[in-house]
């Protein structure tokens, strides 16, 4: 399927395994409980590594195992729910996590900016049709007050 | 006042832009209804019982009479010609067709003005003392640290899809008309033992359906670490505050189910995380505060003698000047309400045309500038006294002269049954009866400051829960009845009501509203007020004689 990725439309190399599925080759992901009970076998295979955490996983317990992961996905399982836009933040601004950040589930075009702010680079999104003008999205703002993924300084020290 | 730069303004240009296009997509059916929602929530839209509702923000109540002429303006053309006034210093239009929302922010944007974070789960508009920067004894303005956190608050990504709505009041005095301890952060400043000025921080109050008072969380947060802090309380909350329940999502009852330890220890751990990133420095405070000088004040001002005169001469401006005229800090000048609860109108409504006559006398007696009150009113803070009588003559022609700030007829009142769709009663006819049953000025001055409160359901829009008489609107089987509560305040001495027993019928009302008053007017102890009243008798005395007939 497509997914935006740093502001383009490209396909997606991933594959979500769920937790009964046997480990393939390639990039997966896998959620927070098959990589406490499985840590072992998932860090010596060959491929990419992922997790999926929702706003219900407690983050800091990941902490320590953030450098064997090249994707996390944050879940946002009704659009409402904003914990993982915390997430996104602790990540890039605490922890200092640099791979890929991917917002999953119901997303919508109009949260993109902020998702994006927090630190958020990747979406899969539901609707195909939407992810060509959502790209626009990226842009509806030109500046922020406050401090962002994108521009670390709040606009107090800019102005 | 604060004015924008080009970066404010383009911020809002490019939100006006985003919304017209949001709108647009929903109009043409590529966005639900559901998914619609939370956006236009956030420009201040509400779909209504009759008609969308659009609710513009007043940042801590402050308009220039440009701004207020655009709303009149406004009001004309895309709405019935009205505009009502909230407890949170903002306005809100009736009628506005939904198609035409984006014309309306656009307009609003040409004079600074946005319906930004309105509504919606998300950081609300920052509210403050209407008498900011002009009432004595204040420790520092709140207006431009209200204006920081506005700038903070505005646009913040991480913020947008809380658990529930979250509200701030700053104030910098000790006496609270902001009511900042039924807000989800109350912030007090203060003086240290050092001297040195820094905020107290509350956290935790709400009024709706499960009225909490703040409770404190830090006695002494240094200026440079406002931004922090507030980061700090919002990112625990988001993380940590209930989604499962949208009647248990505040933070007041995050506070609650944890505990204000356990929640300190959480904002404080993250707290000392993030506060070298957010320091605040001076340059930015003294930016900002650059727009909230004090203006150029006459000297002369204290000489005058007419004022004393005129209210010898014309007992009616003497009893307006006693009810509706407060003292400024500077001698020679007077801070005036304009009472928008005439019998006339519903509590907080405007007309147009008494908006552009309102703009007119700003620029003429108070240096261009009026404000809006958690009370529902309006304010001049800059009148020099000599020229108070030529002002009252001219708000007295508008029916803007009501003399009943605080008395009995100045009720909150939320818009209820005929408006709202949440509510499941009547509010503004009974404010109306109460209004004209009790018109006698003698006998209101005689009660003295009573504040009845009354909303339509419990959602407490009119923050019922801290009236000195509370009235909340309840449906039994398709009939409006209403529950009375005595004894609340949301100022210094803030605290939740008491109830007075069973509901009463609506055509009881405003009898049972006169019966209260008659008791108390037995039991006072020579001038004690209502509310020491029946803070010091209790609620008994109170309950027997309006349920002594049943």
């Known amino acids: 399927m497509q997914i935006i990725k740093d502001r383009e439309i490209v396909e997606d190399n991933w594959l979500h395994l769920d937790d009964d599925t046997e480990l393939h080759a390639g990039n997966i992901t896998v959620s927070l409980s098959r990589w406490q009970s499985e840590h072992d076998r998932l860090s010596h295979r060959e491929g990419g590594l992922g997790i999926r955490l929702s706003g219900d996983d ?102 | 006042m604060y004015q924008y730069d080009n970066y404010d303004q383009a911020m809002i240009d490019q939100r006006v832009a985003q919304y017209r296009d949001q709108t647009h997509r929903f109009l043409a059916g590529e966005m639900t209804e559901e998914q619609f929602r939370p956006l236009r929530l956030m420009n201040g839209l509400y779909v209504q019982l009759h008609a969308p509702m659009l609710r513009v923000a007043i940042p801590y109540g402050l308009m220039s009479s440009r701004q207020v002429r655009k709303i009149a303006d406004i009001s004309r053309r895309y709405d019935k010609g009205y505009v009502h006034f909230t407890t949170r210093q903002n306005f809100q239009l009736n009628w506005p067709a939904l198609e035409t929302v984006p014309d309306i922010l656009a307009e609003l944007a040409s004079v600074q003005l946005h319906a930004i974070q309105s509504s919606g789960n998300c950081i609300r508009n920052t509210t403050s003392d209407q008498l900011a920067g002009v009432c004595a004894g204040e420790v520092e303005d709140p207006r431009p640290w209200c204006e920081i956190i506005r700038q903070w608050s505005t646009f913040h990504p991480e913020f947008a899809y809380l658990p529930r709505k979250f509200k701030i009041a700053v104030i910098g005095n000790t006496e609270d008309r902001a009511a900042t301890k039924v807000h989800d952060i109350g912030l007090h400043l203060v003086k240290n033992h050092e001297g040195e000025v820094g905020f107290e921080v509350l956290v935790g109050g709400g009024l709706g359906r499960t009225p909490i008072l703040g409770q404190q969380i830090r006695p002494f947060l240094e200026k440079k670490d406002l931004l922090s802090y507030l980061e700090a309380i919002l990112r625990v909350y988001n993380r940590l505050g209930r989604r499962d329940n949208k009647f248990k999502a505040r933070i007041k009852i995050t506070v609650r189910e944890h505990g204000i330890n356990h929640i300190r220890e959480l904002v404080e ?83 147009a045309e008494q908006l552009d006559v309102i703009a007119e006398l700003a620029d003429e007696f108070s240096l261009g500038e009026v404000r809006s009150t958690h009370n529902q009113n309006l304010l001049f803070t800059d009148v020099k006294q000599e ?112 109830r007075l027993g069973r509901a009463i019928p609506k055509e009881d009302v405003v009898d049972t509203v006169a019966v209260l008053l008659d008791t108390y007017l037995e039991l006072r102890l020579e001038d004690e007020p209502f509310l020491a009243t029946v803070r010091r008798v209790g609620v008994d005395p109170f309950k027997e004689r309006v349920y002594a007939d049943n």
Request: with cysteine; net charge negative.
């Open chain 2, 387 to 498: 020229e108070l009588y030529a002002l009252w003559l001219r708000l007295q022609a508008e029916g803007l002269a009501t003399p009943n700030i605080n008395t009995l007829t100045d009720i909150i009142c939320c818009p209820g049954l005929d408006f709202c769709g949440l509510a499941n009663a009547t509010s503004i006819p009974l404010a109306k009866e109460i209004n004209e049953r009790f018109d006698d000025l003698d006998y209101l001055y005689d009660l003295g400051d009573i504040k009845i409160k009354m909303s339509g359901c419990m959602n407490g829009c009119a923050h019922q829960s801290v009236g000195h008489i509370g009235i909340l609107g309840v449906d039994k089987k398709g009939e409006e009845w209403y529950q009375f509560t005595l004894g609340g305040s949301s100022e210094a001495d803030a605290s939740l009501g008491e």
């Open chain 1, 58 to 159: 407690p983050l800091e317990e990941i902490v320590p195992d953030l450098s064997y992961f090249s994707l996390i996905v944050l879940v946002f399982p009704v659009f409402t729910d904003g914990r993982c836009y915390s997430f996104a933040r602790l990540l890039r601004d605490r922890y200092g996590y640099e791979g890929e950040i991917r917002a999953q589930g119901d997303i919508l075009r109009d949260q993109l900016f902020y998702m994006s702010q927090c630190g958020i680079n990747s979406f899969e999104m539901a609707n195909l049709n939407h992810i060509t003008n959502a790209l626009a999205a990226f842009d509806d703002f030109s500046e922020s007050y406050q401090a962002t993924a994108l521009k670390p300084e709040p606009l107090y020290r800019r102005r």
């Open chain 2, 269 to 351: 751990a993250e707290w000392v995380q993030i506060r070298d990133q957010l320091v605040l420095e001076n340059k930015e405070i003294e930016r900002v505060k650059q727009y909230f000088t004090e203006p150029n004040y006459e000297d002369d001002a204290a000489e005058d003698k007419s004022f004393a005169q005129m209210q010898v001469e014309d007992a009616d401006f003497a009893r307006w000047v006693k009810q509706n005229v407060v003292d400024h800090k500077i001698t020679g000048y007077k801070i005036t309400y304009i009472s928008l609860k005439s019998p006339q109108s519903p509590p907080g409504d405007v007309t």
